[in-house]
């Protein structure tokens, strides 16, 4: 991950991206930030978008991060225009995958999915 930079690093669960869909615009407003989004958070999100629920928030998100990303993302992330003209260079978005749950040294009894954000956290922080 390229995160040259970056002074402050976000990396959100589903509860975040559910609770507040435009969380990354205002954490990117800074370009020394980063918002790095576990894969298997989409994941999870596009599941509950038929839920009674949270069903519109989610489908809010998934509109969101498909709009954001029809502006230009590639593998190696995307910087966050904060206006129209994209002259106003915000922080950084990164779709991730890099989880390493081997170097995990403990055992809980929490599901998977939250185990590849602690170890995307921990990977990251390195």
């Known amino acids: 991950m390229m995160l040259e930079d970056i002074k402050k690093i976000y990396i959100p669960d589903t ?7 435009y969380f990354m615009k205002d954490l990117l407003k800074d370009k ?12 999870e999100i596009d599941k509950l978008k038929k839920s009674s629920d ?3 928030e989610a489908r809010l998100f998934i509109n ?3 709009n954001l990303m029809k502006k230009g ?10 206006d129209d003209k994209e002259k106003n260079v915000g922080g950084k978005f990164i779709i991730s995958n ?11 009894n ?4 939250d185990l590849k954000i602690i170890s995307l956290a921990k990977k990251t922080k390195k």
């Open 15 to 21: 509860n975040i991206a559910i609770d507040d869909t």
């Open 32 to 43: 020394e930030n980063a918002v790095i989004l576990p894969d298997v958070i989409i994941e």
């Open 54 to 56: 949270v069903g519109i």
């Open 64 to 66: 969101y991060l498909y």
């Open 73 to 82: 993302y590639n593998n190696s992330g995307m910087h966050i225009y904060l």
């Open 98 to 108: 890099d989880y390493d749950l081997n170097a995990l040294k403990y055992t809980t």
């Open 110 to 113: 929490i599901g998977l999915n």
